[in-house]
Every structure is written in C-alpha cells, then in structure tokens.
C-alpha cells in the first residue's frame, strides 16, 4: 500500500503512534484547571428531549473549587447544578449560564445564595463568570466577604465624594495610594505614587510657600496638617484639594508613618464663586435702585415738596394730594401744578406720565416747567398742549413718551374756570350736593399723534361749588368698567365734603392700602 492510500486509524498517528484527537476534551481542560489557584469548573450542557439546556454538568474542576456547602475540587464532578443548588433555578445567575452558552458572549454578575445546612441557614454573595469554550462553559466565582464588601463600599464613597487616601511608611519608604488620588492628582497610575511633599510641585506659588512649613513640622514633629490648596493641572486646569494628614508617632515621639486623606473641592469652590459674583451683582443692583431711590426723592422734593396741602389761590381753596404707588420713592409719573400767574388768574394742572422711575419724572418735569412757562408768557391753552405734543415726539433721548393731562386756568373777576384735556378723565363738579363731570373737550393724549387737535370748555364757578381734579389712580380697579368708577367717585365725593384735607378721606374710602397699583394725585378746588 502506498503513502497516498494508506489509513489512519482514529487515535494513532501515521507511524502508528497516539494523537490527541481521542483525548477527551474534558480531560484536556482538567489540566489546564489544575493548574488554577481559583475556584473553576467546566460545566456541560445536560440537554432535554428538544436539544433543550434542562441543567449543566460538572465535567472539570480545579483542585482549590469550593462551593457554599465546602465540596471542593473533584468532590463536584458528575454533579448538576440545579440538583445541586436548586435555589439557582429561575435567577439572573441561571439566566446568565443560558444566555452565555447560547450566545456565546462571557457572563459577569453577582449571586445572593442561601443555603440551609445542618438547620442553619447562610447567606453567601459571589462573584460570577461564565465563558463559553468548547461546547460548555467555564465558570470561576470568588466568595464576597465582608471585608471585601466593605472595601467595595468605601471605594464607591470615595468615588463619589471625590475623596482619596495615602499611607507612607516612613522606615521602610514604601507609599500606598487608593485610586482616587490618582484622579485627583491626574497622574497615571503606571507612574506609581510620590512623596507628599512632590505632590504639591503642582501647587500654585502662594499655596506652596504656607504649605512648606506645614510640611516639616508633620514631618518633623508630628503636628497634624489642614490645609485646601490650588493645584495646576496640565492643560491649566485648576483644582482646589484639601488635604488632612497626621502622622503615627514611635515611642519616642518620631513620625514614622503618614495618613493622608485629599478631597477634592473644586466643584464646592466653583459653586461658591457663583454664589458670591451672584449676590455682587444682587448687591450692585441694590446700590443702584437705592442711589435711584435717592435722586427721585431729590427731585421730589425740588418738584412737589409736599404731597399733602392746602393752598390759597386767586379766591380758591386748593387741597392737593399726591401718593407715588411705590414706598419710599416719592415721586412717579403723576404730578400737579397749583401756582398764581401774573395777571392774578391761578393755574391748576394734573398729569399723568406713562411709566415710573427716573423716565418718568425726566418726562414729568419737562411738561410741568414748560407748561408752566408758556402759561405764564399768555400763551392760550389749546396751544400750550400742541405744543407739549410737539415736544414729547421729538425729544431723543425719551422717544415714544405718551402723557395724559387736564390743564385749567381761573379768573377771579369772571368766576370763570376754563380748562383743556389731552386724553385726561373729565373734571367734577359739586354744586348744592350734586356731582356731575363737566363736558369734555376735544383732546388726545398727549404723544400719540403730530396732528393732534385740542379745544377748550368753560363753566362759571358759584360760590360753595367744588371741583375735582384727578388721575386714574384714584378710581381704577381692575376688571372694572370706566364708567362704573367715575360713577363711585361721583358718589363718593359729596359724601365726603366738609372740613379740609377732603382728599385725605376720599382716597381712604376709594383706595385702600391693599388695593393701590397706581400713583395717585388729585386737586379738590373750592371757591
């Protein structure tokens, strides 16, 4: 027979020697077990009447195996697992042997397993993996004791606390780090540990000169050590770490090791920076709305000195009252004006200036001193409202200012009241007890339009008669229609009359503390 046609016999070589294809593979893998210094078995599939996995097998195991009941090594072989540990049976662990031999990807959890033995139940924790190989699984698990679980938590809270150890053995000079420290430190962890000393080489310059005697008395004398410091990272990051160290001391009183812990504080410090520049700007913008809150009182006292009085002018009684909605700032967008012109007559003027602040006022004042002026020079009414029309459009520095105003002048040898409005609420008029509001002239407010058109009305003041002049503040009420409130007021004021200040009780009656959302400035006139 040639070389071509010659048969090998299954187990034997050409030359008629053994090969290892009729070694069993169980046998093969049980070598390479024994020679595990782990807890590891080879586990074959026990398959039902489907070709279903119904249970595993033990086929190998290394010699330092132990499970839950102590058998250890060959004492497993030939078991199944779930007649061995029936507890096993529908768990993550169970699933996990499945899902790996099925899918060919390694397993990696943990198993809870209770056991009763003797009586006496017992709880045991291990960590498993199952790798697939060859047709079954290789399994290893290590016993999770308390230690073991302890140190695993103290990790987790270091981790999450941005928190690290170090001892230094001063006699023998060997360093221990936990891993956090390496992180905080953001050294690699193949460059091993340093001195403590050599760590704060990265410290900024102001923190490494306090930190150098700190250092030589901990470890000269033992004095324990506190201190937060900036670090330079590469790259330029800057991280703050407080670190705490004491020294355990020889019967002499010599260091002869180091407990460090480091925690990183970064994250703390930058919060603080935020808090802090947030209350700066919170106190910059008190500085600002009190320095606003001073020069409105200012103007306030230069403008409307007082905001409660009683004037005499050309034959009238004046009650004046004037009460900014916002307290302590004295002055807002309504105003009045009550002085005595030249030719005897007195000029009586309300406002109201869309708006509160120093805008406000800005815009209040030039219509008051200008208004003023005019009708000092003769200038008639009408006119006198175009031309403050005029003056609300082109004033740059304030655009798209509107107002509202009711502005009258009374001659004493006529008895006569005559008055002009820019989208003002109409006057009252009191006579024998009866309120009634005065015809309203034609007028819009007082900014809205370049082509505005302003008329003016008269009626002749009687003896006893009183008006009321006013801004909205007095009678607004949300929700509530325009005419309701000028009916209140109409209905609020003879019962009101009578010995001055009138206002004072009228704005008590109409507006309460409570209800305020408005400046409110009223003149009452009597002749």
């Known amino acids: 027979m040639t070389d071509r046609n010659r048969q090998v016999e299954p187990g034997l070589s050409a030359d008629g020697g053994s090969t290892t294809a009729d070694v069993p593979q169980e046998s093969v893998i049980q070598d390479v077990l024994d020679a595990s210094l782990g807890s590891m078995v080879l586990l074959e599939p026990v398959l039902g009447a489907h070709d279903e996995v119904v249970d595993f097998r033990f086929a190998a195991a290394s010699p330092h195996a132990v499970d839950i009941a102590g058998r250890r090594g060959r004492e497993l072989l030939g078991r199944s697992v779930l007649e061995t540990y029936p507890g096993v049976a529908g768990t993550d662990l169970w699933h996990g042997y499945l899902g790996a031999y099925l899918s060919g990807v390694r397993y990696e959890g943990e198993l809870n397993y209770e056991e009763v033995a003797a009586g006496i139940p017992r709880l045991s924790r291990y960590n498993v993996r199952a790798v697939p190989s060859r047709g079954g699984l290789v399994v290893s698990w290590a016993r999770l004791d308390t230690h073991e679980r302890k140190q695993r938590r103290q990790a987790l809270i270091q981790r999450l606390g941005r928190t690290g150890w170090m001892d230094h053995d001063l006699i023998r000079d060997e360093i221990v780090w936990s891993q956090e420290v390496y992180e905080i430190f953001g050294r690699a962890r193949s460059l091993g540990p340093v001195p403590l000393r050599d760590l704060f080489v990265q410290a900024a310059a102001d923190d490494r000169r306090a930190l150098e005697e700190e250092l030589l008395q901990l470890t000269g004398r033992g004095e324990r050590m506190d201190r937060t410091v900036r670090l330079l990272l590469p790259g330029g990051e800057v991280r703050h770490v407080r670190t705490v160290a004491e020294a355990q001391t020889d019967a002499h009183g010599d260091p002869v090791e180091l407990h460090v812990l480091f925690q990183d504080l970064t994250a703390t410090k930058q919060h603080e920076q935020q808090l802090l520049e947030h209350q700066q700007t919170v106190l910059a913008h008190q500085g ?105 459009l082109h004033t740059p520095d304030r655009p798209y200012s509107t107002a509202t105003m009711i502005m009258a002048c009374y001659r004493p040898e006529t008895s006569r009241f005559t008055w002009v409005q820019a989208g003002h609420l109409p006057p009252l008029l009191v006579r024998r007890g009866e309120a009634r509001y005065l015809p309203t002239p034609a007028g819009i407010l007082l900014g809205a339009t370049d082509t505005p058109h302003y008329e003016e009305s008269t009626v002749d003041l009687l003896p006893g008669d009183e008006l009321l002049l006013y801004t909205d503040g007095l009678i607004e009420n949300p929700g509530e229609p325009l005419d309701t409130a000028l009916a209140r007021l109409a209905s609020a004021v003879p019962e009101h009359g009578g010995d001055l200040p009138f206002l004072d009780g009228l704005v008590q009656a109409l507006v309460g503390p409570a209800d305020r959302r408005d400046d409110i400035c009223a003149l009452h006139v009597r002749r």
């Open 288 to 392: 600002l709305l009190a320095a606003e809150r001073d020069l409105a009182a200012r103007l306030q006292n230069t403008l409307l000195p007082v905001s409660q009085k009683v004037l005499h002018l050309a034959g009238l009684v004046i009650d004046v009252a004037y009460q900014p909605v916002q307290e302590g700032l004295n002055l807002g967008g309504d105003w009045y004006s009550a002085v005595e012109l030249p030719d005897g007559s007195a000029l009586l003027v309300v406002g109201d200036v869309a708006g509160h602040g120093l805008d406000a006022v800005a815009t209040m004042a030039q219509l008051r001193f200008t208004a003023k002026g005019m009708a000092i020079t003769g200038t008639p009414l009408p006119e006198i409202l175009h031309r403050l029309n005029t003056l609300l």
